[in-house]
């Protein structure tokens, strides 16, 4: 099962800002949370990911709370092209496994 | 351009034949990763690879199987034993097994008739 808990479903208005928060409250203290997003059929797509400062790239802002039981990704000024479903992860398993599980994540649907 | 690139996109099969996806990448990683995605559902792990010539089992490994004898290929043949077979399939990669920065492909849709 994933170690992350998102809302199902959110909308937000085309140009302004989409918050989309996680829940990793059993997160441990080397873990990262990723984010990715997958647009209608086809593979996701990498976003951010952090261990304990806040995070921004070209993309997005990663904000993760203090007690790192949280976080939030923030697309400064979404647009129609930002519609997708965008997946939390905290990796499960030692380093050498790799694997990243995947939940059912947030749609975000962007509106004009 | 540096990738993966799987094939075929779209595939139809009758029940009880094996299928064979094929999944090549370009980016020198070391680990590749098949998932399987179902309708309004996230992706669950099929099997994955760290190094060649080695592989381990994901969470739903059952009815599938995979090879990995170069780095840049790892195929995965769905079996007749896989009862519920439709769906759509991605492969992923990263430089190392301790990096979770994943390359995915566009994906596979396999069809059952």
């Known amino acids: 099962d994933a170690k992350t808990t998102q809302p199902t479903s959110m909308d937000c208005a085309e140009g302004r800002a989409a918050n989309l928060p996680c829940n990793h409250s059993?997160?441990?203290?080397?873990?990262?949370v990723y984010w990715y997003r997958q647009i209608h059929s086809q593979g996701p797509q990498y976003i951010i990911h952090?261990?304990?400062n806040n995070e921004t790239n070209e993309m997005a802002s990663l904000i993760i709370t203090e007690d790192r039981k949280s976080s939030t990704l923030i697309l400064p000024h979404a647009t129609l092209r930002d519609t997708a479903v965008y997946y939390c992860i905290v990796r499960v398993g030692s380093s050498n496994t790799g694997k990243l599980i995947f939940g059912q994540g947030t749609t975000l649907q962007v509106k004009p | 351009d540096g990738g993966i690139t799987q094939s075929p996109k779209y595939l139809f099969r009758k029940e009880g034949q094996n299928v064979t996806l094929s999944c090549e990448q370009n980016l020198n990683h070391d680990a590749m990763y098949w998932y399987r995605q179902d309708p309004g559902q996230g992706l669950r792990l099929i099997y994955y690879s760290q190094i060649v010539n080695d592989f381990q089992k994901g969470d739903i490994a059952e009815g599938y199987s995979v090879s990995r004898e170069k780095k840049e290929s790892f195929p995965l043949t769905v079996t007749s034993a896989q009862k519920n077979p439709t769906a759509f399939y991605l492969c992923?990669?990263?430089?190392?097994?301790?990096?979770?920065?994943?390359?995915f492909g566009a994906g596979s849709r396999l069809t059952v008739l």
């Open positions: 059993t997160i441990s203290g080397n873990e990262y």
């Open positions: 952090g261990l304990k």
């Open positions: 992923a990669s990263n430089p190392a097994a301790g990096a979770n920065v994943l390359t």
